[in-house]
């Protein structure tokens, strides 16, 4: 996962993450305490499932919590436009890519920003990832070149927007 530093979120995105924390810390925490309460009742903890699918359930819940908590004090409010003026890439905008070497008309598209700003079935790309940070300013019609794990790895922007 990227780092939340990287993450650029719209108005509404950083409202419904801390409407979302806030259900978790007051709601959530209470029914994952009473889940708990009611399974000790049941007797030995050992061999009481419901007991280890509640504390798992809290496990997994204050992970959220923390990671929310980290995101929303690292993250940057946006505008949310989804285009820039210019037409280059830039966090929010939804980029049609080719990679070199694919067949002419295979391309894939991929929203650069936040997996947290993610809507439909996009995949994301971090604009702080290695990917991310090689399209931000550049515009379709243009290659760029990025360190990928199996080696350097060029792109071709066909379209950007939505």
């Keep these: 996962m990227s780092d939340p530093a990287d993450a650029q979120l719209t108005r509404a995105t950083y409202e419904r ?34 007991y280890h699918a509640a504390k798992d359930a809290q496990g997994k819940m204050e992970s959220r919590v923390r990671q929310l908590q980290h995101l929303l004090k690292a993250a940057t409010v946006v505008d949310g436009t989804t285009t820039t003026e210019d037409g280059t890439v830039a966090a929010g905008t939804v980029v049609t890519l080719r990679y070199e070497g694919d067949e002419e008309d295979e391309t894939s598209a991929f929203f650069v920003g936040s997996i947290e700003e993610r809507s439909g079935d996009l995949d994301v790309v971090s604009p702080g990832s290695p990917l991310g940070r090689a399209l931000l300013g550049h515009a379709a019609g243009e290659t760029v070149e990025y360190a990928a794990p199996g080696g350097t790895l060029r792109v071709a922007i066909v379209a950007v927007g939505a």
């Design 17 to 50: 993450l801390q409407a979302e924390l806030e259900d978790l810390t007051t709601r959530g925490r209470v029914e994952i305490a009473a889940a708990i309460e009611a399974a000790r009742a049941l007797g030995d903890l050992k061999e009481n499932g419901d």
